[in-house]
């Protein structure tokens, strides 16, 4: 059974960094062709897709938020780690990762996703 | 970034309903498109790949069709669990994007 859940903090203030890990199980990020992404949605708002990290060790940002992001792995502990610098309200979102595997039928869809994390950036 | 427009950005229905929602891509995506069904603190489902393929586990009344710029997503029957927010999503090129979401409301 595959899962994935987000944690880290629901609240944070203006300019500070953001740390949300993702934790999962049933399958691992050395399987070839295997990636782990992070999705957000504010509320009310369309989904926005952040950042992938590929089971090669290989990135993919979004060009609108790269500067501030930085994604990682941590391939004993089965985690995804994401770090959003200088947070503004304007990102308080539920911020969701999601699965991809190349080689299943669905290929470079997310075909497993946590539940999601809400964050609020407020004073 | 590719943009990917749908319509409409609500809908009412009732249950056995036979609805479609659209997206449009701003440029040509082959059939490099998915759609997911959102609700309120549940994760995200992933309904229709490759524009239309039905994802393993997801009941048959919803199909997907299209290709180029122009997608579609039916579902035949609305059944009470169908109601929710759907969006489709791009994968032919970097940055993955989404459509802005289409809410569908029981009438």
């Known amino acids: 059974q595959i899962t994935l859940k987000e944690s880290g903090p629901t609240l944070v203030k203006p300019t500070q960094t953001l740390t949300l890990t993702c934790t999962f199980s049933g399958f691992s990020l050395t399987t070839y062709g295997v990636s782990v992404g992070w999705v957000r949605q504010p509320p009310g708002k369309a989904l926005e897709w952040l950042a992938l990290v590929y089971w090669s060790d290989g990135e993919r940002y979004n060009p609108s938020l790269q500067s501030r992001l930085t994604i990682t792995k941590d391939t004993s502990k089965n985690q995804v780690v994401l770090t959003m610098t200088n947070m503004d309200p304007a990102d308080t979102a539920t911020y969701y990762c999601a699965r991809r595997d190349s080689l299943s039928p669905s290929n470079h869809y997310f075909d497993y996703w946590g539940q999601g994390s809400l964050v609020t950036v407020s004073s | ?107």
């Open chain 2, 1 to 107: 970034a590719i943009q990917m427009t749908q319509s409409p950005s609500s809908l009412s229905a009732f249950v056995g309903d036979r609805v479609t929602i659209t997206c449009r891509a701003s440029q040509g995506i082959r059939s490099d498109l998915g759609w997911y069904q959102v609700k309120p603190g549940k994760a995200p489902n992933l309904l229709i790949y490759a524009a239309s393929t039905l994802q393993s586990g997801v009941p048959s009344r919803f199909s997907g069709s299209g290709s180029g710029t122009d997608f579609t997503l039916t579902i035949s029957s609305l059944q009470p669990e169908d109601f929710a927010t759907y969006y489709c999503q791009q994968d032919y090129n970097y940055p993955i994007t989404f459509g802005q979401g289409t809410r569908l409301e029981i009438k």
